[in-house]
């Protein structure tokens, strides 16, 4: 019975390693993608990974947009139309909305970078390729 519980335990404590192990492969790729990019550059990528899903880029969109709204608790579309209500020049969007009145595109593309990881990773992958050449 000991022998059988230790085994179990063994077991157990490989598959927590391997798991921490991944977590903290995420964690690096995350916190690379996320500090060393400035803001232009993360708004392009930021669009060209939403886009990067072919024809259903505009639910990535709105899968994206509805992220960052229950992480910061707003509604995008509500505070778009009050500041174009009372501001001129009118903004177009609502990443135009996160970037210039909220200034928050690091925390969305943070959040493009955990939702959409793999595209992400395809991207910077592609770009590294470019820039080696």
Known sequence: MF??????VRQQNEVIKFQREEIEYKETVI??????IDLAAK?????RVVRRGGKKYQERWRELY?????KYHINLSDRLDRYNE???PKLKN?????DKVMGKIPEL???AAKLYENDVKELAQE????NER
């Open 94 to 98: 609502k990443i135009d909305y996160i």
């Open 43 to 47: 708004r392009q990528i930021l669009n």
């Open 109 to 111: 593309y943070e959040i």
């Open 3 to 8: 022998k059988q519980t230790l085994t179990v």
């Open 66 to 70: 509805k992220q960052f709204e229950m």
């Open 31 to 36: 916190v690379g993608l996320v500090d060393d």
């Open 86 to 88: 009372n501001n001129k």
């Open 127 to 130: 770009l590294y390729e470019l």
